[in-house]
Structures are given as C-alpha cells and as structure tokens.
C-alpha cells in the first residue's frame, strides 16, 4: 500500500489550494479514504472522510464549508480542497486508507500547508 500526498505549499490567507493523494497496491474503490492534519505542537485532526463510492462525505466542524474532499476511483485518487484558508489550517496534511472497522491502518508521507497573513 503507498499512499502520495501532493499539492502543499505556501498561501496567503483567505487563498485555496487543491491536494491530491494518489493510492497504489490496494482495491482503491473498496475504502473510505480520510484527511488528516497537524499542526506543530497539536494532536493529529481528522479533517474529512469520504466513502468509498464518494457518496458521502464529513467534515471537521473547523473546516465545514470551506473545505471539500473528493475521490476518483478511475485514478486512485482522493482530493482536498481547500478555500477561504486560515492562519489555523497551517499543518502537514496526511492521506489515510480507512478500515472497515473504523480505523485507518495507512498513512502518506504529509504535504506541509502553510497559510500566511
């Protein structure tokens, strides 16, 4: 399993920023697929989930209509989009696979989001 985060960098406040996690050796179409971030000195935050057919989605009330997560099962991938940035949203995002059980058993390398003002 290898899972690519990519799309970090560095934004002004109020900017977006689109991420992209590109998944490998696994059936892509049969998992919900989750964002995580954190922050220096924070615990890790689940910022979104998708299912595995993109048919439902859930949101961190921090981010709850300014950020956007999105899957294309045709190309292995889970997005985030993220507007309306905030000095806050500063963080390394992580991809994760999520389990049947509720758990996520796979983690990406983390892109860093850097949101200045």
């Known amino acids: 399993v290898q899972l690519v985060e990519s799309g970090g960098g560095l934004v002004q406040s109020g900017g977006s920023l689109r991420l992209s996690c590109a998944a490998s050796g696994f059936t892509f179409r049969r998992y919900a697929m989750s964002w995580f971030r954190q922050a220096p000195r924070k615990e890790r935050e689940l910022v979104a989930t998708?299912?595995?057919?993109?048919?439902?989605?859930n949101y961190a009330d921090s981010v709850q209509g300014r950020f956007t997560v999105s899957r294309d099962n045709a190309k292995n991938t889970v997005y985030l989009q993220m507007n309306s940035l905030k000095l806050e949203d500063t963080a390394v995002y992580y991809c994760s696979r999520k389990t049947a059980w509720g758990s996520h058993d796979y983690w990406g390398q983390g892109t860093q989001i850097t949101v200045s003002s």
């Open positions: 998708i299912t595995s057919n993109g048919g439902s989605t």
